[in-house]
């Protein structure tokens, strides 16, 4: 799910550096994401991160979420929910025309409160987010909800899916309150404020709304977080779902 939107956000912070070294580790890592040019940045594509993880994480993965420091740019939002920047809004507008393009959206893969969808393998997407998952989101639960051993980390299992509200007609505006399948749920905006009217995300036992702009992922667990998605009143507004559940040991 979004962000919430009342919740209060820094933007631009940057960990304290060290004093310039060449071999410092910190300094290092930060130039391995500094090195690609606009051209080569440029020919890089959605599809294109077996080809050049470095210059897809450049191009796709937010600045902050590229620190990897989650102290510093995961915010807690209370409820056991917390949120942070994953993507930009060019890895947005990317796999939104992806999703569009290939036009095999489905509203019947869920037997309980289906979407109106599209499951990234269908995408040719599946093994990239698969990545991205395990190293810019499963480490924020295994972090902040003291998880141990593989089964919460790389061994982790997800169902991600693209989902689609409009309120045309033949579209789905809205979905009802309701459990994820899944030990817990990573919620992508891809869409911003701006590009449509109403809906968010309301989880009724916590008293919260929650949205926020393209890129934008939420993390909250599952049996005590039931939500809904509220009527997307006009344009459309798309959203990345990861239902994640316990891997083998």
């Given at each position: 799910?979004?962000?919430?939107?009342?919740?209060?956000?820094?933007?631009?912070?940057s960990?304290?550096m060290?004093p310039?070294?060449?071999?410092n580790?910190v300094i290092?890592?930060?130039?391995r994401?500094?090195?690609?040019?606009?051209n080569?940045l440029a020919?890089?594509?959605i599809?294109?991160y077996?080809?050049?993880?470095?210059l897809?994480e450049?191009?796709?993965i937010?600045?902050?979420?590229l620190t990897?420091?989650?102290?510093?740019?995961?915010?807690?939002?209370?409820?056991?929910?917390?949120?942070w920047?994953?993507?930009?809004e060019?890895?947005?507008?990317?796999?939104i025309?992806?999703?569009e393009?290939?036009n095999?959206?489905?509203?019947d893969?869920?037997?309980?409160?289906?979407?109106?969808?599209?499951?990234?393998?269908?995408?040719?997407?599946?093994?990239t987010?698969d990545?991205v998952?395990?190293?810019?989101?499963?480490?924020?639960?295994?972090?902040n909800w003291?998880?141990?051993?593989?089964?919460?980390?790389?061994?982790m299992?997800?169902?991600?899916?693209l989902?689609?509200?409009?309120?045309?007609a033949g579209g789905?505006?809205?979905?009802?309150i309701?459990?994820?399948?899944?030990?817990?749920?990573?919620?992508?905006?891809?869409?911003n404020?701006?590009?449509?009217?109403?809906?968010?995300?309301?989880?009724?036992r916590?008293?919260?709304?929650?949205?926020?702009?393209?890129?934008k992922a939420?993390?909250?667990?599952q049996?005590?977080?039931?939500h809904?998605?509220?009527?997307?009143l006009?344009?459309?507004?798309?959203?990345?779902?990861?239902f994640?559940?316990?891997?083998?040991d």
């Open positions: 799910m979004e962000p919430l939107i009342t919740a209060n956000e820094v933007w631009g912070v960990p304290k060290p310039f070294n060449t071999t580790p290092l890592e930060q130039n994401y500094t090195k690609g040019s606009s080569e020919g890089i594509g599809y294109g077996e080809s050049s993880v470095d897809w450049q191009k796709y937010h600045k902050n979420a990897q420091s989650w102290n510093l740019v995961v915010d807690d939002m209370g409820a056991e929910m917390f949120t920047d994953l993507f930009t060019e890895f947005c507008q990317d796999i025309e992806a999703a393009n290939k095999a959206w489905t509203t893969r869920h037997q309980y409160y289906p979407t109106t969808d599209i499951h990234l393998s269908s995408l040719g997407l599946y093994p987010y990545a998952l395990k190293k810019f989101a499963f480490p924020i639960a295994v972090k003291q998880l141990d051993g593989k089964s919460w980390a790389e061994n299992k997800h169902e991600t899916f989902v689609k509200y409009v309120p045309q789905q505006m809205h979905l009802n309701h459990h994820d399948k899944a030990d817990y749920t990573v919620h992508v905006n891809l869409s404020q701006e590009e449509y009217e109403g809906g968010g995300t309301w989880f009724p916590h008293n919260k709304l929650v949205k926020g702009g393209a890129g939420v993390l909250f667990p049996v005590t977080h039931p809904g998605g509220r009527p997307t006009s344009g459309k507004r798309y959203c990345l779902i990861s994640c559940n316990r891997g083998e």
